[in-house]
């Protein structure tokens, strides 16, 4: 990419994070572009929808989600970190008004740039739910789709009730107790010992 055409699309991510920000995801593509200083057909050259923009303005914080992953493999309580990158989620989604809806939307369209963004994200959440499962902390049927779906609707509720800063985690409670593993659940194979890891 040659040095104006850097400077364009650096100033066109900057403009967009910012409007997303403020307005939401649905913020009008044309006001970003006058913000940048460039023309409506420069930003399609360089992102040919909103969903271009969109997974380009987020990937650094996909990153940073997927790096917390990894990092929460070697928590000593499985079900806890499980919970913990859910709400980092919850707390990105949250950021920009409409992120949740889109991503959500994404689930069932394969061939969108936020769907391959978010494939990342399930392969990461799979390892530890995978590892939930394998201590006998999270019920064996739980799929990561589902669960991922799930935390983008708390996502959505909490977009919809600022004045709640409290609902996030009653949401994200009462899911860690619906996948919670019991003694009596079919494929459960708790850890020996008085204890299993939370």
């Known amino acids: 990419m040659r040095a104006d055409a850097r400077r364009n699309y650096e100033r066109l991510l900057a403009e967009a994070r910012t409007a997303f920000t403020e307005r939401g995801t649905d913020a009008s593509l044309e006001e970003i572009a006058r913000r940048a200083g ?23 914080e996909v990153e940073a989600l997927l790096a917390r992953s990894r990092e929460l493999l070697a928590a000593p309580q499985p079900c806890t970190a499980l ?17 949740s809806r889109a ?13 391959r963004c978010s494939m990342p994200m399930l392969a990461a959440g799979s390892q530890l739910l995978d590892r939930a499962q394998r201590a006998g902390v999270v019920r064996a049927g739980v799929d990561i789709g589902d669960l991922m779906q799930l935390t ?39 850890p020996a010992g008085p204890t299993a890891p939370a």
Do not use: C
Request: aromatic share 6%; proline share 5%; net charge negative.
């Open 38 to 60: 460039v023309g409506i057909g420069t930003l399609y050259r360089h992102f040919p929808h909103r969903t271009a923009l969109m997974s380009a303005v987020f990937k650094d």
């Open 83 to 99: 919970l913990e990158w859910l709400r980092a989620i919850v707390t990105h989604a949250s950021t920009y008004r409409g992120l």
């Open 103 to 115: 991503l959500m939307a994404a689930q069932s369209d394969d061939g969108s740039a936020l769907s």
């Open 152 to 190: 983008n609707a708390i996502a959505l509720a909490v977009e919809q009730s600022p004045d709640d800063p409290e609902l996030a985690d009653r949401l994200l409670t009462l899911t860690l107790r619906g996948i919670r593993a019991h003694p009596a659940d079919p494929g459960t194979t708790r």
